[in-house]
């Protein structure tokens, strides 16, 4: 019964920690996007937009990346069988990519409080969708718990990545296009007049 509650405390931690990783590179995106906007707008957004960071960065996520370890582990060490499952090694393995995704998260959030931004808005959506990535692999693992079907299962992952990728490539060429289209109608706007 007390491997239940672990168990229900570690899914509960490992929400928490991907609604955070999600919504903080948003955060990042829409940092980056109001760093370049002209004064006063790029200070009152990009002043809010890192206080919105902090508090979700140090209040949930990094709270809930380490609730998602202590009991991660603690199921590892109540039922230690989990560990001569092969399908167990390569969530591992995800989730130690994950640890550093989430340590990445952190390099750039330090750049933008110093006021850097060093990845454009449109290579932190890219990144963003690495987290997305991760998630499909580490519940399909958890779920399917089996590594026999591993070659199809990453085939689909990669397929996946890729429509998450080309999806990122559409949006960014739709956003182009309309900011070209805006100016065009300002001017016959003005030529009606």
Known sequence: ?????????????????????????????????????????????????????????????????????????????????????????????????LILYHLQCHVIYKQQTAGLYKLSSFKLRLFNELATVLLVAIVFLVIVKSSSGLVWGMLGLFMFAALLMGGVFVYKKQRKAIKEIKPKDAEQNIEHL
């Open 1 to 97: 019964m007390e491997y239940n509650y672990i168990k229900a405390l570690h899914v509960i931690f490992v929400v928490c920690w991907f609604a955070g990783l999600f919504y903080i590179v948003r955060l990042f995106i829409y940092t980056a996007e109001a760093y370049g906007k002209e004064e006063p707008a790029k200070s009152i957004l990009t002043q809010q937009l890192l206080v919105m960071q902090k508090k979700l960065w140090f209040i949930i996520t990094w709270p809930s990346a380490i609730g998602t370890i202590i009991f991660g582990t603690w199921m590892l060490v109540e039922n230690p069988v989990l560990l001569h499952q092969p399908w167990m090694w390569l969530k591992l393995i995800f989730v130690g990519v």
